[in-house]
């Protein structure tokens, strides 16, 4: 009798141990720091919309530019210009497709499947704020030059 208990009482603390050492991470709060980041990822969307009009103005004002800024060359500005609001686009259409592709809504999964989809989703969202990021800070620089 006394080896059955040992034998039950080591099989308990062997399931305790396992189950602590699971990810035991709700879905939920990962996914609540998904959109929170979602939603400072998109505080800099303004920034990015705001420089692609910004350049836009420029472009069609080049010769406006030439009267302030005589040595320009136009061709190379508009050349600059439109690389890098093509450059912004792509930014905005990467934010574009994940909150197209992103889906909340997990039922029917795991919770173990439902948080590594959205450990998954965080690292495409961090990729698209880096994109963001660099965009941002290159259209900056260059609106810098004509003081815009």
């Avoid at 190379?76 to 912004?88: S, T």
Wanted: aromatic letters at 8%; glycine letters at 2%; a neutral charge.
């Amino acid at each position: 009798m006394k080896r059955i208990l040992v034998i039950a009482f080591i099989a308990l603390i062997a399931a305790a141990c396992t189950q602590q050492n699971k990810d035991t991470t709700d879905y939920k709060a990962v996914r609540d720091e998904v959109m929170k980041f979602h939603d400072v990822v998109m505080g800099d969307h303004s920034v990015l919309v705001g420089n692609q009009m910004k350049l836009d103005t420029l472009l069609k004002n080049l010769s406006g530019l030439k009267t302030k800024f005589p040595d320009l060359d136009t061709v190379k500005e508009k050349e600059a210009i439109l690389a890098m609001v093509k450059d912004l686009s792509k930014a905005e259409d990467e934010m574009n497709d994940w909150m197209h592709k992103f889906e909340p809504d997990v039922t029917g999964k795991s919770n173990e499947v439902a948080v590594q989809y959205f450990k998954d989703e965080r690292k495409k969202i961090e990729v698209i704020d880096s994109l963001y990021k660099q965009e941002i800070k290159l259209s900056d620089e260059y609106l810098n030059k004509f003081k815009k």
